[in-house]
């Protein structure tokens, strides 16, 4: 009752007006907010723990020193009682120019806590990058009300977002037995050959630590396309072999060889100049056991020959010169071999031939048919 002393009507008593509003925002807001107080204050006062989970990291850098690769695995949930590092928590209280909905904080004052319900607005920028340790939590119904009396689950990031907290310190998984990552590895062996397989990260750690390879490394995932599996084998090994001075006796590194013009399916990815292996095609290791490797000596001269090559195959009329006529080519394209052990279009390609400025009427000698292909 509040008094009522007017000068028109005779003084008297009548009924304080309050003003209640039920919306639902409010009741939303309203609610959580005590239902977080209340949760806190029971288990305080029980003794029993009021828990935050959150995610900590776990990353395995057992591969690191060999590979510099660290894999990121799934997060495991961690659990922290509020209750041991805080003792009091108040609604609506004021730290420094802010309000909070709920303020927890410890005995010695050094310890704070900032917990806002969120329920149609989120928290201003200015109080997010005030430095305050805020866990602002969205409620849309009872239900999520109801587990505000328990704990905080910050897993559900829909949810609950913490703001300037530190990052939990990581953790490694006990084995990498069960590891699902799988790799791409290069390998090189003594006897220079090289080899490209898809391997699990612990498989492919013990074949780098094994006495077969002199060399191992992971081809990363990368966004450059290549036509062919075999040209991005080229492209790594060629800067293992120029750029990190891995030894190696590959056909790719060969001046005789290139890659095949018309692929078909199982036949060898490149073609040799010399007419080695069979229908003059081999793989890529042909060279470990080859009498006539000539491996080229940097990787501008290998650039300029990949180059040459794509050129020859880019031009209309060797369309009908080497895959039309029965006389150099068969029906697919690739090419006939002579008694001499080389491919005859290779002789007869001006292109190709640094000695190109023969004279016509001169028949090449024998002994001319090395320089036509060097």
């Known amino acids: 009752m509040i008094p009522a002393l007017g000068r028109v009507q005779a003084h008297h008593f009548r009924h304080k007006s309050i003003q209640i509003s039920c919306s639902t925002e409010t009741y939303l807001h309203e609610a959580a907010k005590h239902a977080f107080h209340d949760g806190f204050c029971a288990a305080k006062a029980n003794g029993r723990p009021y828990t935050i989970i959150r995610n900590r990291p776990v990353i395995c850098r057992r ?3 060999l590979f510099g690769l660290t894999c990121h695995l799934q997060d495991i949930p961690a659990s922290f009682d509020l209750t041991r590092h805080l003792d009091h928590a108040m609604i609506e209280k004021r730290i420094l120019s802010y309000i909070a909905d709920v303020l927890l904080e410890s005995d010695d004052g050094q310890r704070q806590l900032l917990v806002e319900i969120e329920v149609t607005h989120a928290c201003t920028h200015e109080k997010l990058s005030s430095g305050l340790k805020i866990l602002e939590i969205r409620v849309g119904c009872d239900a999520d009300i109801a587990g505000l009396m328990t704990g905080i689950d910050m897993k559900r990031s829909d949810m609950v977002r913490g703001h300037n907290f530190g990052d939990l310190v990581e953790t490694s998984p006990p084995d990498c037995r069960d590891c699902p990552h799988k790799v791409e590895l290069l390998q090189v062996y003594r006897s220079g050959k090289i080899r490209v397989s898809w391997e699990r990260l612990p ?3 013990a074949i780098a630590r094994g006495g077969a390879v002199i060399h191992a490394e992971i ?5 450059v396309h290549f036509d062919r599996p075999v040209r991005r084998i080229d492209h ?13 006796r590959s056909c790719l590194l060969c001046r005789f060889a290139d890659f095949t013009w018309h692929p078909q399916e199982g036949d060898p990815p490149l073609r040799c100049f010399k007419g080695q292996g069979e229908n003059g095609l081999v793989s890529i290791n042909a060279a470990a056991s080859c009498q006539i490797y000539s491996p080229f000596g940097s990787a501008v001269e290998l650039e300029r020959h990949r180059a040459h090559c794509d050129a020859r195959r880019r031009q209309p009329r060797y369309g009908l010169r080497f895959g039309a006529l029965g006389s150099v080519g068969d029906d697919e394209g690739r090419p006939r071999f002579g008694t001499s052990g080389y491919a005859r279009e290779d002789i007869r390609d001006p292109l190709y031939r640094p000695a190109a400025r023969l004279k016509r009427s ?5 002994d001319d048919t090395d320089s036509l292909i060097e």
């Open 63 to 65: 591969q690191e020193e």
């Open 362 to 366: 001169r028949k090449p000698r024998k």
């Open 203 to 205: 498989a492919a750690a």
């Open 236 to 248: 790594y090994a060629r800067i293992a072999h120029f750029d990190k001075g891995v030894p190696m």
């Open 219 to 223: 081809i990363p995932k990368t966004v």
